[in-house]
Every structure is written in structure tokens, then in C-alpha cells.
């Protein structure tokens, strides 16, 4: 098993070399697996003082936007910056020196193909004229398939893209035991089957142990239901 950031490294590897091929690297799981933790992670990794990682990750996020297009998104996720805007970044990325990481782009407000992906896509592939790569997560491996089903089924004359599938698998119960131990949430291993196997989800577990934390009267599954509709709620735009 490998970290996402180790993943992300090894796949992206020879990214400044021309291969002919624009490579759709898709990252699925589950709502709460740590999509977004884990590409943070990586994005900070690859901006760190003297990180030997290449290229540069350049995160965008869809949560609390109105973009109706992946165009319109980079623009005002770069925006703030002040020093980058769309084109430059697409130019960064074509060179290999940065790879573009969007971070729930099935979810992404008024985007029109969910059913197909790839046209959603399309404007900033032909702007990468089949060169480096983008890193596209996703909460369901529906939109993997729809993407696989288009670059098999209509490849474009002009344009070639390779695919390549990564999934963030959930917690292992050693793994879980030992955050609960340091978390001094030891009643994990008294809880029923079902709840042992939700909190092998960081974000269910998390939220676990804050409920433990704050001793309440209700059910677990209650608050968990609550705590998850707030975090969802956060993501839409005001």
C-alpha cells in the first residue's frame, strides 16, 4: 500500500516528457475516505521548501463555487493569486512543471455532463494539446466508467488521453484500533459490527470520536447523520 502523495508521485513520473498522451489520472472513494486530506497533502508536499517532488500540484477545489465549466473554475480558484490565471497554469502544465488537481469534479455545481464526462473536459485537454497530466477525484467510480466508455468508444482524432485508476481504500481494523488507542477511544472495539465497520471511513470515525468526546445523551448514528449534513451543506454556495 502507498500514501496518496506517493501514488500521485509514481504516476505522474516522466510527466515533462512528451508521450503524446494527456494522462486522466481519476482518485475515487467514498464521501469522508480523505480525498480532499489526501490532495492537500500532496499540493502542500509538492510547494514545500526543498520537496524533490515534480511538478508542482495546483489544487482546485468545486466545492462552494457557481462555475458552470472546468474553464470558469481554474479561473477563479487562480484568481486569487493575483499572478496566475488559466491559460498561464494550462501553459505550466503542457511544460510538465505543474499538474492540475480537481478535487470533486463530478459534484461541481452546473456541470452539464455527468453522463460524460470527457466533454466536460474537453477544453482544457485541447489546451494541454496531449501533454502532462490531471488529477480528477470523485466520489463514485461512475464517472471513471463514463470517462473509460468515451475514450474507448469516441476517441478523438486530434487528441489522445490516457487513463489511470486509483481508489482510496477505507481503514484497516488494525489501522482503526491504533487511532483509537491515541485518541484514548478504546470503546471502539465495544461498538456493534456495523458501527466498527462505518468508522473505518475517517470521516465517520472522526466524527466518532468527537461524540465520544462530548459525552451526548443521543444515538451515534444520529449525530453522525447531522454531522455529515452540515459538512455537505458547507460545500454549497451562499
Known amino acids: 500500500d502507498v500514501t496518496i502523495t506517493e501514488a500521485c508521485k509514481e504516476v505522474t513520473d516522466g510527466i515533462h516528457a512528451y ?35 515534480a511538478p ?4 482546485i477545489s468545486s466545492s462552494r463555487t457557481s ?3 472546468l474553464d470558469k473554475l481554474i479561473t477563479e480558484r487562480v484568481a486569487g493569486t493575483r499572478i496566475l490565471d488559466r491559460e498561464p497554469v494550462l501553459a505550466l502544465c503542457r511544460a510538465g512543471l505543474a499538474i492540475l488537481v480537481i478535487d470533486g469534479f463530478d459534484e461541481m455545481l452546473g456541470f452539464r455532463s455527468y453522463d460524460d464526462p470527457l466533454s466536460g473536459l474537453q477544453p482544457i485537454l485541447d489546451q494541454l ?15 471513471e ?40 477511544s478504546e470503546t471502539v472495539i465495544q461498538e456493534a459490527p456495523e458501527i466498527r465497520q462505518l468508522l473505518t471511513t475517517p470521516f465517520f470515525c472522526l466524527a466518532y470520536i468527537a461524540w465520544k468526546q462530548t459525552d451526548p445523551p443521543g444515538d451515534f448514528l444520529r449525530f453522525v447523520v447531522d454531522t455529515y449534513l452540515q459538512r455537505e451543506l458547507s460545500k454549497l454556495v451562499d
Open 19 to 53: 508521450r503524446g498522451s494527456t494522462n486522466l489520472i481519476t482518485l475515487t472513494g467514498e464521501a469522508g475516505a480523505g480525498k480532499t486530506h489526501s490532495l492537500l497533502q500532496y499540493a502542500r508536499e509538492s510547494l514545500a521548501e526543498g520537496a524533490d517532488l
Open 56 to 59: 508542482v500540484a495546483i489544487y
Open 67 to 69: 462555475a458552470t465549466s
Open 129 to 143: 494539446r496531449n501533454r502532462g497530466a490531471v488529477i480528477l477525484s470523485a466520489r463514485a467510480s461512475y464517472s
Open 145 to 184: 466508467a463514463r470517462l473509460w466508455k468515451s475514450l474507448t468508444e469516441h476517441p478523438a482524432k486530434a487528441s489522445n488521453h490516457r487513463l489511470t485508476t486509483m481508489k482510496l481504500q477505507p481503514w484497516r481494523r488494525a489501522e482503526l484500533l491504533k487511532l483509537a488507542g491515541h485518541l484514548s
